[in-house]
């Protein structure tokens, strides 16, 4: 027996403790001791019940995501889990932490199912395009009927122990130590005073085959179209639940299960599950401590400040917010306790928990209030002055060794740093807008920015809930050097013959929420004016430059605020609708400079995009801006709206084939070499038979 398992046999009943850290994954080790060690406790005469329990934080998370793809390894999954089910000794599972995926298939294995109070359970396999492969579509819906069954899987969401007894598919729930309740059970049965079929009886869903059906049906006209194929295929399998055998509907299942693992959704999905895991892996920190953080200030409490103070009282963190007038401040507090009102009318905070968190938040209009902060996030306009004269004021107020974070989305974050005085102290965090909702923050390290704070910025990010990636200074960072450089396509496409409309379209069809037109409209057109206009001065002349843009807001089209600006909005609506307003200045603008539409396919859209993206992502990587592909992927799949099943345009560049896309960065350069020029790492990566992906070091 492997050490993954370990096993111990008192008053009839063996233990098996499952042991493979961080979170118990049923890789091909723990799979084999375990049933390895099932095995022996079924032979073994000396036992007549059987308990599985974990040690460590979590039963096990589900099955190891990194051995997907890769040639199987004996025993599978489902056949662990088959030997569980027909075991001829009683088997008990005592389970804690997140019984996730594979995991919980395990557990539904099993003949009973006692939880730890705070346990959570599910069977997220939908959010990484495939399904539950180890019997979870058989097993769970004849255990709690189809409805249920399928409201678990198709959300992938997972729901506490107390909610899983009231469904059925948890037997009982301790505060207690679980595993000495279910040995404590074990003890009972083995000793011949209870039995578990007749303790714990099952109903026969599947007696009732209408109403099975009606939740099949309206489950599937649920997710109508859906654009991945999973949801279908675990619906499919549960209406095989009720028509087969259940032999033949767990192969059912695993058939349907080995199509999906294969498609390149699923894998572009289990990349972007790996991704945001690894970015937080920093090894030229040289294993830094995080600084310790309990009391946070927040300069500016406009959108972005209140979103930034929400999320961190959130976290649990004291708060002092900033603002230079009473005036201001009070708003910025009222901003922060809309926020809070708004997530307690979603159910994502209890009126005591709103209680609590606002008695950690103080105001001020002097920044000495910030002399015991640990940590100070500056959240002020776009505007490098400005944000310097701040920080020199925070280098002086604040104690050494404080960390000063300035929120900015492309400004010099070592000009910022020198003006406090301790550069070293200084790191830039760029939130995303609503700060207390999006998931991601751009670590900005600078020339001097200390190992230890960029490390406590990582621990910062990940106590918010939040995945942070490290970028380096550059102007816009990874995110928006690379929207810059989606948007500069799609100019360009829209002054040689494309319409706005055309285009987004064209990228909501291949993935995108949202067009890039409709999302400046939602933004703003004139926060990428003032930034146009800013590097007016410094931009190189020979570069073909589009100014429908500036064309627009020139006209009072600023986007949605203002009613118009590349669709008209009426009565406050937010959709738009095209406007031949907006088709007749870009007519004007080419006409203009001479050129001559042509006709563009969504094809061309797209792959000019895609070539785009991936091009600047290469010279982020070649600048060392990003230190790995996948953290280009992970912050334009969290910030920028880039399909996560198709998981971030380095994992898209690998899918469609470097050599193709290097062809047509080629072809695009005989049109505007700056900007299409393929990076060097493309070639370096073709010649050696490599991809993006072979540079994302563990
Ligand atoms: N396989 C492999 N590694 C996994 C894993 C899994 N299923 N789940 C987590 N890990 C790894 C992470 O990559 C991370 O590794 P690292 O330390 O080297 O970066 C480590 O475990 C800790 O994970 P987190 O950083 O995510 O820790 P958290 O405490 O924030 O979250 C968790 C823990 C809630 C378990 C979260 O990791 C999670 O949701 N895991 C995925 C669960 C899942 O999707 N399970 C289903 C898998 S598919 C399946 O089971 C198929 C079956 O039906 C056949």
């Known amino acids: 027996m492997t050490e993954v398992v370990r096993r111990s046999t008192a008053d009839g009943v063996t233990t098996l403790t499952l042991d493979n850290p961080p979170v118990n994954a049923l890789g091909k080790d723990l799979r084999r001791g375990l049933l390895e060690a099932l095995t022996q406790a079924e032979a073994d005469p000396d036992t007549r019940a059987i308990v599985l329990a974990a040690a460590g934080r979590t039963w096990p998370a589900g099955a190891d995501i990194r051995e997907f793809g890769k040639p199987p390894a004996e025993p599978l999954l489902p056949e662990l889990c088959a030997a569980v089910a027909t075991c001829t000794k009683p088997v008990i599972a005592a389970l804690h932490g997140t019984v996730f995926g594979g995991g919980l298939e395990l557990a539904l294995a099993a003949g009973g199912r006692l939880a730890k109070l705070g346990t959570q359970l599910g069977l997220p396999e939908v959010t990484l395009g495939i399904l539950p492969g180890a019997g979870g579509t058989q097993r769970l819906p004849r255990l709690i009927g189809a409805k249920p069954a399928l409201g678990l899987m198709l959300s992938g969401l997972p729901v506490a122990a107390e909610r899983a007894v009231e469904l059925g598919f948890v037997d009982a729930v301790t505060d207690g130590d679980v595993r000495s309740a279910a040995e404590a059970m074990a003890r009972k049965i083995a000793a011949g005073e209870v039995d578990l079929a007749r303790k714990f009886p099952r109903p026969d869903h599947r007696a009732d085959a209408t109403t099975w059906l009606r939740a099949v049906a309206s489950a599937r006209e649920g997710i109508g179209k859906a654009r991945l194929p999973a949801p279908g295929r675990i619906i499919d399998c549960v209406e095989a639940a009720l028509l087969l055998p259940e032999e033949e509907g767990l192969a059912y299942e695993r058939a349907a299960f080995e199509d999906l693992v294969g498609t390149p959704e699923a894998a572009a999905l289990r990349h972007a599950f790996l991704s945001e895991r690894r970015a937080a892996r920093l090894p030229d920190l040289g294993g830094a401590e995080a600084r310790e953080v309990s009391t946070v200030g927040v300069v500016g409490g406009g959108l972005m400040g209140s979103g930034i103070a929400t999320a961190l009282l959130s976290a649990g963190y004291r708060v002092t917010l900033i603002e230079r007038d009473p005036t201001a401040l009070s708003a910025g507090l009222a901003r922060v306790a809309t926020n809070q009102e708004r997530a307690v009318s979603k159910g994502r905070l209890s009126k005591a928990g709103q209680e609590e968190a606002w008695s950690r938040i103080a105001g001020a209009n002097d920044m000495a209030a910030l002399s015991e902060s640990d940590l100070v996030i500056e959240a002020v306009p776009e505007d490098e002055e400005l944000k310097q004269r701040i920080f020199a004021e925070l280098g002086a107020v604040t104690r050494p060794g404080t960390i000063l974070a300035t ?89 040689d013959g494309a319409s706005p409309y055309d285009i987004d379209r064209a990228m909501v069809e291949w993935g995108f929420p949202k067009g890039p037109y409709a999302v400046l409209d939602m933004a703003g057109l004139d926060i990428s004016w003032a930034r146009r206009k800013r590097l007016a001065a410094t931009r190189d002349p020979t570069r073909r430059y589009v100014a429908i843009g500036d064309r627009l807001c020139e006209a009072g089209r600023l986007g949605q605020k203002a009613g118009k600006g590349y669709y008209r909005y009426s009565d406050d609506s937010r959709h738009g609708e095209e406007d031949p307003e907006v088709l007749g200045l870009i007519v004007a603008e080419r006409q203009a400079k001479g050129i001559v539409p042509r006709q563009v396919t969504d094809a061309e859209i797209q792959t000019r995009v895609l070539a785009a993206m991936a091009n600047e992502g290469a010279r982020i990587l070649e600048e060392g801006i990003a230190a790995r592909p996948s953290d280009v992927d992970v912050v334009m799949m ?31 350069a005989r049109e505007e070499a700056a900007f299409w020029q393929p990076a060097q790492l493309w070639d370096d990566l073709i010649k050696n038979g490599r991809k993006f992906s072979d540079l994302n070091s563990e």
């Open 407 to 495: 929120n900015t989305s492309y400004l010099d974050v070592n000009g910022i740093a020198d003006a406090s005085g301790r550069p070293e102290d200084v790191v830039g965090l760029h939130f995303f807008s609503p700060a207390q909702v999006m998931k991601l923050i751009e670590v900005v390290v600078g020339d001097s920015t200390a190992p230890d704070v960029t490390a406590t910025a990582f621990a910062l990010a990940k106590r918010m809930g939040k995945i942070a990636v490290r970028a380096g200074v550059c102007d816009g960072f990874i995110g928006n050097r690379i929207l810059t450089a989606y948007r500069t396509a799609t100019d360009f496409l829209l002054e």
């Open 638 to 668: 969290l910030g920028y709206g880039f399909p996560r099943w198709r998981g971030g345009p380095m994992q898209a560049a690998d899918a469609a084939g470097l050599l193709g896309l290097r062809n047509h960065l080629k072809d695009y």
